[in-house]
T-cell receptor, first 118, second 115 residues
Framework: AQTVTQSQPEMSVQEAETVTLSCTYD???????LFWYKQPPSRQMILVIR??????QNATENRFSVNFQKAAKSFSLKISDSQLGDAAMYFC???????????????FGKGTKLTVNP | SQTIHQWPATLVQPVGSPLSLECTVE??????LYWYRQAAGRGLQLLFY??????ISSEVPQNLSASRPQDRQFILSSKKLLLSDSGFYLC??????????????FGEGSRLTVL
């Protein structure tokens, strides 16, 4: 079974600086999806960024980017120019490829709590 | 556009009482539907998922059950709540078909406290 590990229960960053959140995963599949979700104090999970394993190029979304190392099974999230609104729990998630007639479940890590200091 | 709603947002129930959490999706058809539970320090645990009406798969043995009486409605239930059922419950949906992007879209969550 696939597993996702986030080794940093908590991280902190100064406003306007850069922080990197770590994520590793274990799978025997060659094609899959990886995600970073953000959960602010309001508790609704919001998708931050998505990476397809077959794509070598690292995904970016404005101030958010990933470092996807497929051989190392590593998927870290970099937040540049951190803002107070970035403070939240961040979850890394793995999903098997979509298959006809199936339901592919997301496997989540335990999360990293990010604090942004003014 | 697609939206997902779940309710109630907050619920306080005594041990042994029944439970019903409801989730509905709008703006899409035949979605995959999921119930997750989030306990402090333990991430998200998948409880149930459904690929169609009356097609429910359970991930963990527990005191809870799920039903999908309509295409876009997913209900989480219990006949008798336990203290250990307390937590934050999240409903989610995803698209079906080989062309989907793969992510889940989450509802606002329901905070259940069992006393």
């Amino acid at each position: 079974a696939q597993t996702v590990t986030q080794s940093q229960p908590e991280m902190s960053v100064q406003e306007a600086e850069t922080v990197t959140l770590s994520c590793t995963y274990d799978t025997s599949e060659s094609d899959y999806y990886l995600f970073w979700y953000k959960q602010p104090p309001s508790r609704q999970m919001i998708l931050v960024i998505r990476q397809e394993a077959y794509k070598q190029q690292n995904a970016t979304e404005n101030r958010f980017s990933v470092n996807f190392q497929k051989a190392a099974k590593s998927f870290s999230l970099k937040i540049s120019d951190s803002q107070l609104g970035d403070a939240a729990m961040y979850f890394c998630a793995y999903r098997s490829p979509v298959r006809r007639g199936g339901s592919e479940k997301l496997v989540f890590g335990k999360g990293t709590k990010l604090t942004v200091n003014p | 556009s697609q939206t997902i709603h779940q309710w109630p947002a907050t619920l306080v129930q005594p041990v042994g009482s029944p439970l019903s959490l409801e989730c509905t999706v709008e703006g899409t058809s035949n979605p995959n539907l999921y119930w997750y539970r989030q306990a402090a320090g333990r991430g998200l645990q998948l409880l149930f998922y459904s690929i169609g009406i009356d097609q429910i798969s359970s991930e963990v043995p527990q005191n809870l059950s799920a039903s999908r009486p309509q295409d876009r409605q997913f209900i989480l239930s219990s006949k008798k709540l336990l203290l250990s059922d307390s937590g934050f419950y999240l409903c989610a949906w995803s698209g079906t078909g080989l062309s989907t992007s793969g992510e889940l879209f989450f509802g606002e969550g329901s905070r259940l406290t069992v006393l």
